[in-house]
């Protein structure tokens, strides 16, 4: 099954984009190094609070995600439709896949801009990267710190020159049907099309949770239905 079957089957009408937390109705939004800042009082970067970021962020990749389980590591990158430059797609997959051969089915899509509401939103496509392997795959640690460090100076180091944004990286766990999007430094959310396969997540890390939305995602696993869930209006 590819990307492209495998999401319109388990998690219809999602768009794989940032915020799959407000789209989707089973789902957990976590804060990371929490109440701490990125910098220090004399203004250099806290690489203690980056450590514990790490810390967090692999050990809920390393709940959600076992040796056996079937992954699709998906990557978007934004680009301006007049953009004439040939996209580096091998910064993520030749830099953080292990193996040589699987980067031979990595495959790519054209996709409508995602951010459909921004305003120029037309001069805009969505280059979008996927490879279907497993987690011995993925140098994952890696590429991990690299996600939560999109907006500091720090390696290792994503992004792409001629990219609009810093590219999204999606880890999708297709034995389980879950989805982990860390969009950086502050946090990552998780989306499931079973509650239940979540809610040990849930009770392991619910100090993590972001304070913002705590009152709706405990609502949400107090009433504890729904196998598969429905895009939100």
């Not at 789902?27 to 967090?56: P, R």
């Not at 980067?103 to 990267?129: C, G, K, M, W």
């Not at 950086?184 to 979540?198: K, L, Y």
Request: proline share 3%; glycine share 4%.
């Amino acid at each position: 099954m590819e990307l492209r079957e495998y999401l319109n089957t388990t998690f219809p009408r999602l768009i794989l984009k940032p915020s799959l937390y407000h789209q989707w109705d089973i789902g957990i939004h976590f804060e990371f190094a929490k109440g701490i800042y990125q910098f220090k009082d004399n203004n250099t970067l806290n690489l203690n609070m980056f450590h514990l970021v790490y810390s967090q962020a692999l050990s809920i990749f390393n709940y959600l995600f076992s040796e056996q389980d079937e992954i699709f590591l998906v990557t978007n990158v934004y680009n301006r439709k007049d953009n004439k430059h040939r996209i580096n797609r091998i910064k993520v997959y030749h830099r953080f896949i292990k193996n040589k051969d699987i980067r031979f089915h990595l495959r790519h899509q054209i996709l409508p801009y995602v951010f459909n509401d921004d305003e120029d939103a037309d001069e805009y496509y969505t280059s979008q990267f996927y490879l279907k392997c497993s987690k011995q795959d993925i140098r994952y640690s890696l590429l991990i710190k690299a996600t939560c460090n999109e907006d500091f100076p720090l390696k290792p180091k994503l992004g792409d020159k001629n990219g609009a944004y810093y590219p999204d990286v999606f880890f999708i766990n297709a034995s389980k049907n879950l989805i982990l999007f860390i969009y950086d430094d502050r946090g990552c959310e998780v989306i499931a099309n079973n509650i239940e396969t979540i809610r040990p997540l849930y009770n392991q890390y619910n100090d993590w949770i972001d304070k913002y939305n705590r009152e709706e995602i405990e609502q949400r696993f107090s009433n504890g239905n729904g196998v598969i869930s429905t895009i939100r209006s």
